[in-house]
């Protein structure tokens, strides 16, 4: 799901004519990839999915950790454990951080008699799965979704602009090298959501 709309785009740039309607629907696609790309993580999630975590990797105690930048934008629809048990929220496991969202890891509580499971057959890998809404947050925040349309902006008048090193550049084959940089009022609104490689 986009995290701003083509129709905001326009409103915000003040153009009422429909005939490059294409081109900032296509902008607003590649506003979001660089947005994600740059603060590394995904916004929103409209539907659930499921991941499958390894239960040694991603194990550390009672902790089960997620990995590769992943967050849960709310309570998990189900868990189930390598052997097949259906972990309740609350009863077997608690988010972490338990007050506030996105969940970053699942805690198994003390008076639970579950542990982190292999698989049936013995093997740790994929062997826990949970399904949920994958993302920071269900749906992206009110800021974010300003960044967007300044982003979609900036791309949209870069294409009229003569000066080379701030625009997307042609070159050969049909390529296209966008610029180096975010402008440096979008990198500061997105600054704080960062996810730093550890």
């Not at 409103?11 to 005939?19: E, N």
């Amino acid at each position: 799901m986009a995290y701003t709309t083509t129709a905001l785009c326009k409103t915000y740039m003040g153009i009422t004519a429909s005939a490059d309607d294409t081109l900032i629907g296509t902008l607003v696609t590649r506003a979001q990839a660089m947005v994600d790309n740059y603060v590394g993580r995904t916004f929103e999630a409209s539907s659930d999915s499921t991941k499958r975590f390894d239960a040694v990797r991603n194990v550390f105690g009672r902790y089960l950790v997620f990995d590769g930048g992943l967050e849960l934008a709310q309570a998990p629809t189900t868990i189930t454990n390598g052997d097949a048990t259906v972990l309740v929220v609350n009863t077997d496991v608690v988010l972490n951080p338990w007050n506030s969202y996105p969940v970053y890891a699942l805690e198994l509580v003390p008076s639970s008699s579950n542990v982190w499971q292999y698989d049936a057959n013995g093997n740790p890998q994929r062997a826990i799965s949970i399904v949920g809404r994958w993302a920071y947050s269900v749906t992206a925040p009110d800021d974010v979704v300003a960044v967007m349309v300044r982003l979609v902006s900036f791309l949209y008048r870069q294409r009229e602009n003569s000066a080379d090193y701030d625009r997307p550049v042609s070159v050969s084959d049909g390529m296209v090298l966008m610029p180096g940089k975010l402008p440096a009022d979008i990198a500061s609104i997105l600054q704080p959501y960062r996810r730093f490689a550890t």
